[in-house]
Structures are given as structure tokens and as C-alpha cells.
């Protein structure tokens, strides 16, 4: 199979910027594309009453340490946000609004939207953040506030939602690979082997 | 530096299993000693609070899927036992009493308990399977009940597992190099990483 890799994920999670820096390499090198599916992560966490991580006694201070050192192995500039969590919520419907018009600018902002928080620091729930950083794929402020505004972006974010849980998205980032399920950044390595052999 | 890599886990962690069976390859690799230390993970669930994770809805189903999926990919047999969890006090105890002995004869037992629990099935909470499974490494078996029940071998046990705890362990397997702890199999090409340019 030669179908585009799925990759679901939200904007405040950290393993999930650590692997939109590196999914779109690695599936070039095998020819495959990849489907970036923003989607908001507190609908999983009510399906598993999972805590945040960091929230958790043990886990919350190794996690910490392990998401700078996950980047730095990765070589991937990061910086713990002042503001954590946030709400994606804006960030995910202005993609989808930006993907109704053009997907190369929507990924390009789903880049730098993962830029802007986790090695800037900036508050991209906030609705100016997100319509300057927008500014630089050419998308014009007042249009993306009423895009994200309409009722059919509301319900494409629900959609993508739904069809993540459907698909088994039990923490981010979540890949599909030829309908074969990976969860975690750390996961890419057999991700790869997947991809060179073809499923193992 | 050039210490040993502690390698705290507990018999009925799958991850821990898949780790053993990889560990010490890859630290000889790089000239490095592995210290082998079973421990009891329930303890850390009660500092996390967490549940075992295939009784988290979604991560559980994910899960069973990732432990068969990750142990091909390390090239390690696995099958995901008919008992599951079971006590691995008596298997820990077995250990540190056969540690006290000899060494290697622990690591081969530890080996051995890892690969009839998670290859073959067998139930290694019985006295009589631990046995069976030490006899191989010439052990006598009326001595080992004997050993397991002896009150410095309950109390290094626990002076064991509470080491691990001290140091973070937040989960199985758990690593420390230089320091510095990693947890998961899914961290072994970090810790390879780290023992390649002595840090990063």
C-alpha cells in the first residue's frame, strides 16, 4: 500500500510538535504523504479519565525532562510554555478554515502554529496570534476570525474529532499507517520499519 | 563516565521484558555494565494513582496491539499470557536471593522467569514453576523456598523497590545512566544516543 500516512494530533501537546517537525521527512523518504488532522485531545482524555500528564505524581516531573530531552534528540528547538495547557480549539479551526482554500498554507500554518507555543511561548489560543501568524502564510485577520466562526469549521473540527476517537486515538500524536494504529512520537522508529518494509 | 546502567522493572511488565532482552547487548556495545534490579510496580501505581494500562479504555486495546507489535520489531518472541498481571514478588525474591550467590546465575534466572512468562505463558508467581525455572541454573529448589523466605531477602525487596522509586521510576522498564533516567523500551535509542556521545 502507498496511501498517505494519517497524522492526528493537537496543537498543546508536545510529543505531537516533536513529531510534525520530523513526520513529513520521513514519509518523503518512502514516498508517502501525510495528512495533518488537528483534533482536541480533552475528548480523549474523557474517554481514557486519564490525567494530564504532567499532572500525574512521578510521571509529571520525568515527563518534563523527557519532552526537552525528546527534542533535543531529535534536534528540534523547544521550550516549555509559560501558559500550559491551553485551548486549540481557534488553532484547529483556523487549519480547517485555511485547508478549505489551500493546504500547502494550511500546513505551513500548522507549523508555525506549533513554533509559536512550543519554542516561542506565544499564546496561540489567543485570536490575534493566531491571525499574525496566519499574516505570513497571506491569510487576512478579519476573514480567518469569521472563518473559524462558521458553523461548517465548527463541525469539521468535530468530525476530524470523532473520527480520530473512531480510529482508536488513545493519546497524541496518533499515526495510520495502512490502517496499522501508532501511537507516540516515539513510535517513529517503527514507524519507519513499517514504511521501508511494509508492515512487520 | 562509565557506570553501570541500572535497569530497575518488574517480571510482568511486558516493556520491561521486550528492554531485558536488548539491554545488555547494547551496553556491552559501548563497553558499559548492566545492573539488573526486579522490583515491585504496584508500588508505583499507588504513587501515580494510575491504572494498569490494558484497562484503559482505548490504551488498552492499543496497548496489546503495541506490546506483539513492538516485540517484532525488536525481533523478540512474545505472547501476551493467559494470567495477566500476576504477583512477581516470590520471582523478585528468587532473584536477589540467587544474586546473593552469583551473579551471572541471577541474570540467566532473571532471563529465563522474563522469556516463560512472556514466551511460553507459564504462571511465574508458583513457587514450583520459579523452581523449575532456577533448577537450570543449578539451583536447588528447597534451598530457593527457603531463601525467598528469609527476612533479608523480603527487606532487600523492598529496599530495592524503594530505591527505584527514589529515583523517579514512574514506570517500567526504567533506566539510569550517568544520572540521567529514561523510561520505556521506547527510550532505548535515547539511552544509545547517551552512551554514544556521553550526554546530550
Redesign the interface.
Known sequence: MSGPIEFHFDFSSPYSYIAAEVIDGLAEKYGRKVKWRPMLLGV?FQ????PLLVN????G??SL??FA??A??HGVPFTFPAKFPLSTVSAARAYYWLHGQDCAKAREFARAVFRAYWVDGRDVSDLAVLQDIAAASGADGAALAAGIAAPEIKERLKVETDAA?AK????APYFVVDG??F??A??L??IE?WLQTGG?
Open positions: 480523549v474517554k481514557t479519565g486519564q500525574v505524581p512521578l510521571k516531573e520525568y525532562r523527557d530531552r525528546s533535543r534528540y476517537l482508536g486515538m488513545c493519546g496499522e494504529p501511537w507516540g516515539d513510535r522508529p517503527q520499519k512487520f
